[in-house]
């Protein structure tokens, strides 16, 4: 495994969408089609996964996780600052995965769903991202 500081991330993902012209909205795609891939892996179809998304562009890797996820397992998203997604990006694959008929719930710290997330077969983490 390689680990990067976070300044080198988002020179990294800045090169890639000035020099490289990659739309941003690409690099969040391809990255949560990594994260399902990842899932599959480990998962049979039909299970129930978790991701817990904030609301910059790693919960809209998370989001789009989420959509690649979407026809295969039962996926639930935990809008973890109940703020939705802060970019164009983000908003997209957010109504996306509600278009595929994907279930987003506001997060509530109380309790009410540790049930939720004790049974989940897998969480993802997409809470906080390099910013």
């Given at each position: ?30 990255s ?56 164009e ?40 991202g390099?910013?």
């Amino acid at each position: 495994m390689k680990l990067a500081m976070p300044e080198l991330i988002r020179e990294i993902d800045r090169f890639a969408v000035e020099s490289c012209k990659i739309p941003l909205a690409e690099l969040i795609r391809r990255s949560g089609d990594a994260v399902a891939e990842s899932v599959r892996a480990v998962l049979t179809p039909g299970a129930a996964v978790l991701i817990l998304a904030g609301c910059g562009n790693n919960g809209a890797d998370g989001y789009a996780a989420a959509c690649a996820l979407a026809n295969e397992y039962r996926v639930t998203v935990f809008d973890v600052f109940s703020a939705g997604q802060q970019s164009e990006e983000g908003r997209s694959f957010l109504s996306r995965f509600s278009s595929l008929g994907g279930t987003i719930l506001a997060y509530d710290a109380s309790g009410a769903q540790h049930e939720q997330i004790a049974h989940a077969d897998c969480i993802v983490d997409a809470i906080f991202g390099t910013g």
